[in-house]
């Protein structure tokens, strides 16, 4: 059986794994393959990418440019443009993109450009598995019907899962060896060889009984977050309205042992998954007549952080007899969250539109992200591109409000107290010490 030959190469670690896509979801896992024994080829659109993995140098955070050098020069990892390398593979794994159109629909052409290449050489013996995230019924109603159009047959020549991905960027505590992982196949085989293939490098599979099942638990995980920090956001605005302290309030809660869960309020939602991933859910609902109140309602109360922010920052200026206009403004921190570098639709990207639209004249300090070119954000951003300024004396002096967006590790909060007139802090970054010894006009979020 084909399952029995997949299996067998993998638990040899003689099978040589393919990723196609090696970003933030796609290189930590090629690098963990070879790290664990196994050839793995990294399949890239980007030569750039592709050129620097080749030279040992990782562009992603949470993967040291050492450990891809060794596995590089070992001959245990490779990458390349080179498609035609998808035949020598014995499982493919898809790690494309998969972001909205301006309509807000699912844009999966990235996995099906990948499937194109796959589907040119499927070979008798592959194991293909979808990580990216998307709608239920994509592996079984978009993929499956490609891999089998040149007449091989899904269980009799080749196996085809989906299994979602839960890298956390930036997360010390949980890698890809300790994060469990769901596996659903399209077929019992498929789920076995797919669930026998990540056994290799995760401490924990958790196999489920289709691949639909897998890409719904997905989207429930991350509607999930996008529902929790709105109903957050939303007490947020109350408690400012009410004049309570919402930091505190979530606090207090927390110390609740059952049933409350703690989410926290923040500047709006960024990043590639949890403003995009709700969306892929309530498109497919709406395919079923079926209307998803809660994802429309999370959406619409976390897209409107970033304009209670500049209010935040209006009120403080206001309240110094200055106004926004004319104002120097310094974000602190423009990635969508703590210590990692990725902007995409970060909101601090809303809040520079909107402060710059309203006359602001707005500076960053980012040690994560040196420069933001509106157009590379995938944001409907725009205007001249900003670089990150460093935080000097003169400049946290200079700046009429600091809104802390982003609430790095590395930055000097002490410093950051000590040196403004007014501080919108929408983190919770500094805590009750630092805010009481400081001079400066504090509001929170
Ligand atoms: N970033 C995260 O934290 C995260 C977490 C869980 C799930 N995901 C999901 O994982 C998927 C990938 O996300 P990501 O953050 O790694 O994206 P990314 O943009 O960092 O990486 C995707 C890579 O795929 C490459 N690519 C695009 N089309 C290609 C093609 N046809 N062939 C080969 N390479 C191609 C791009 O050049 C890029 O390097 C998405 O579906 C995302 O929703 C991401």
Redesign the pocket.
């Known amino acids: 059986m084909i399952k029995d030959e997949i299996k067998h190469l993998i638990e040899a670690r003689r099978a040589c794994v393919g990723v196609?896509?090696?970003?933030?979801?796609?290189l930590p896992l090629a690098v963990e393959f070879a790290a664990k024994g196994f050839r793995a080829v990294g399949?890239?659109?980007?030569a750039k990418?592709a050129d620097a993995i080749n030279r040992g140098e990782s562009y992603i955070g949470d993967v040291e440019s050492e450990a891809v050098g060794k596995l590089v020069s070992e001959e245990r990892l490779r990458a390349t443009t080179d498609f035609g390398l998808l035949s020598e593979c014995d499982a493919i794994i898809i790690?494309?993109?998969?972001p909205l159109r301006k309509t807000k629909e699912p844009d999966i052409s990235?996995i099906l450009?990948?499937s194109e290449?796959i589907q040119k050489r499927l070979r008798r013996g592959q194991l293909i598995i979808l990580?990216?995230?998307?709608y239920p019924g994509t592996t079984n109603e978009v993929l499956l019907p490609m891999l089998e159009e040149r007449g091989l047959k899904l269980d009799e020549d080749f196996l085809l899962a989906f299994s979602?991905?839960?890298?956390?960027?930036g997360n010390p505590q949980y890698q890809t060896h300790n994060i469990p992982k769901v596996v659903g196949g399209c077929t019992d085989d498929s789920t076995e060889a797919a669930a026998a293939l990540y056994g290799q490098i995760v401490n924990d599979v958790h196999a489920v009984s289709s691949a639909r099942v897998a890409e719904a638990a997905k989207l429930l995980e991350n509607t999930f977050r996008a529902v929790n920090i709105g109903m957050a956001n939303e007490m947020a605005r109350l408690c400012y309205a009410l004049g309570i302290d919402t930091w505190e309030v979530i606090r207090a809660a927390a110390t609740k042992p059952f049933g409350f869960m703690a989410f926290y309020p923040g500047p709006g939602i960024g990043?590639?998954?949890i403003p995009?991933?709700p969306h892929y859910l309530s498109w497919k609902a709406r395919q079923h007549g079926f209307d998803s109140r809660f994802i429309g309602l999370a959406e619409e109360v976390n897209s409107r952080m970033p304009e209670h922010v500049v209010m935040l920052v209006t009120d403080g200026l206001n309240d110094a007899e200055k106004s926004l206009k004319g104002s120097r403004v310094l974000l602190l921190g423009v990635a969508y969250k703590k210590d990692i570098n990725d902007v995409r639709e970060s909101p601090a990207l809303s809040i520079i539109d909107r402060l710059r639209a309203k006359g602001a004249d707005v500076r960053y300090h980012d040690p994560f992200v040196p420069e933001i070119r509106f157009d590379d954000a995938h944001t409907e951003s725009a205007g001249e591109p900003l670089s990150s300024v460093p935080l000097t004396n003169e400049e946290l002096r200079a700046a009429d409000c600091a809104v802390i967006v982003t609430d790095h590790s590395g930055v000097d909060y002490k410093r950051v107290c000590a040196l403004s007139g007014l501080i919108v802090d929408t983190r919770n970054a500094l805590d009750r010490d630092l805010r009481r010894d400081s001079c400066a006009r504090i509001i929170r979020l």
Not at 43 to 46: I, L, R, S
Not at 164 to 169: F, I
């Open positions: 196609i896509g090696l970003g933030y979801v796609g399949f890239e659109v980007d990418k790690c494309v993109p998969t990235y450009a990948a290449e990580e990216s995230t998307t979602p991905e839960r890298v956390d960027p990043g590639h998954c995009l991933d």
